[in-house]
């Protein structure tokens, strides 16, 4: 019986192995993070009245563009307007698929969203409760949390926004 278990120990240790070195190919394959090359989108400065009003619409182009970064001591202290804690993990297939989405829409006008390593900050995991990955907390400046929502079934930037109103 111990000879079995430890077979099937064996086999199991060599699949989990097999699939982080895939998981690690697919990575270093794509040349890096998918921030690397993604367009910047951070906060612009605010125009000046002039620059703000198209001229042959009228249109107000004054909203700041939203923006999408990753995680850092100091990211939701200098976070401009609705800040989101996005806790995303790399092995995640929905978080990939919700990270393609807001980078193919663009964060909307007025919003932060900052990207959490799922696997590495374990503190903010605890601190804002969260158990599974694709969870958006909205924060205020002080890190506080004032609602959370999970996108794990429709891992999309509509269902982001549509959980934020």
Same mark, same amino acid.
């Given at each position: 019986?111990?000879? @079995?278990?430890?077979? =099937? =120990?064996?086999? +199991? ?12 190919a =697919?990575?270093g ?6 921030? !690397?090359?993604m367009?910047?989108?951070? %906060? ?29 001591d ?7 307007? @609705? ?8 092995? /995640?297939? &929905? /978080? @990939? ?5 807001i +980078?193919? &829409?663009? $964060? ?6 900052i *990207?959490?390593?799922? !696997?590495t900050?374990q !503190? +903010?995991?605890? *601190?804002?409760? $969260?158990?599974?990955q694709? %969870? ?13 929502? #999970? $996108?794990?079934?429709?891992?999309? +930037?509509?269902? #982001? #926004?549509?959980?934020?109103?």
């Amino acid at each position: 019986m111990k000879l @079995r278990a430890g077979a =099937i =120990i064996g086999i +199991l240790a060599g699949i989990i192995a097999i699939a982080v070195i895939a998981v690690i190919a =697919i990575q270093g394959s794509s040349g890096g993070s998918v921030l !690397d090359t993604m367009p910047e989108t951070t %906060t612009s400065s605010p125009a000046t009245e002039a620059d703000s009003v198209d001229s042959e619409s009228g249109a107000d182009d004054a909203a700041t563009a939203g923006s999408y970064i990753e995680y850092s001591d100091t990211a939701i202290a200098n976070a401009d307007g @609705r800040i989101l804690l996005f806790f995303h993990a790399t092995w /995640c297939p &929905q /978080c @990939r698929s919700l990270e393609s989405d807001i +980078l193919a &829409q663009g $964060v909307p006008s007025g919003v932060t969203i900052i *990207k959490v390593d799922y !696997d590495t900050h374990q !503190d +903010l995991r605890q *601190k804002y409760g $969260v158990t599974v990955q694709t %969870t958006m907390v909205e924060v205020d400046n002080d890190g506080t949390s004032l609602q959370s929502f #999970v $996108v794990y079934n429709e891992p999309t +930037l509509a269902a #982001v #926004v549509d959980a934020m109103l």
